[in-house]
């Protein structure tokens, strides 16, 4: 019988949330989550303490820091595009095509980091120093500026 008793145990203990503590110490009923879902429950794998997990215990944003909002496709919405340099060697090889650039805008509207995503690797870092230069007009959300990622697309064409 002490089969039938266990999960009886584990259904009381699954109706009630479990504290971070005992998140933490829990181990895996099956297989099923293998050691990725262990390692994901587990404080030191988390950031640290045993609230990681927790939105209110987050330190890594103020509390009234807004996530960045998504703006699709924002070259037609710079207010500053520069043309990225065709690179030397990619030229000499003929190299073309479109580079696709994620970008993040801060509040006043400066790039403050951008990475290419796709496209011909001598095109990619040409693409990003040019989205860089980008500027774009503040983006406002209920008055308030935010922050904005979206894509800038570079088009090379062979010469």
């Known amino acids: 019988m002490p089969e039938k008793t266990a999960p009886t145990t584990e259904t009381v203990a699954a109706s009630s949330p479990p504290t971070a503590e005992q998140n933490a110490n829990r181990k895996p009923a099956s297989k099923e989550g293998g050691e990725d879902a262990q390692k994901a429950e587990t404080p030191s794998e988390s950031g640290g303490d045993a609230k990681a997990g927790d939105a209110s215990a987050s330190t890594s944003k103020k509390p009234d820091e807004r996530a960045p909002i998504s703006g699709g496709m924002l070259n037609g919405k710079a207010i500053s595009l520069p043309q990225p340099e065709y690179p030397a060697l990619a030229e000499q090889q003929k190299a073309s095509g479109t580079v ?3 970008v993040l805008v801060d509040e ?3 790039v403050i980091r951008a990475r290419a995503t ?5 095109l990619l870092s040409a693409a990003e120093a040019a989205a860089r230069q980008a ?8 008055g308030e500026p935010v922050k904005v990622t979206g894509i800038l697309s570079y088009n090379f064409v062979a010469r």
């Open 108 to 110: 006043t509207g400066s």
């Open 135 to 142: 500027k774009f007009a503040p983006t406002n959300l209920m």
């Open 118 to 122: 796709t496209g011909h690797p001598l």
């Open 100 to 102: 696709l650039v994620q």
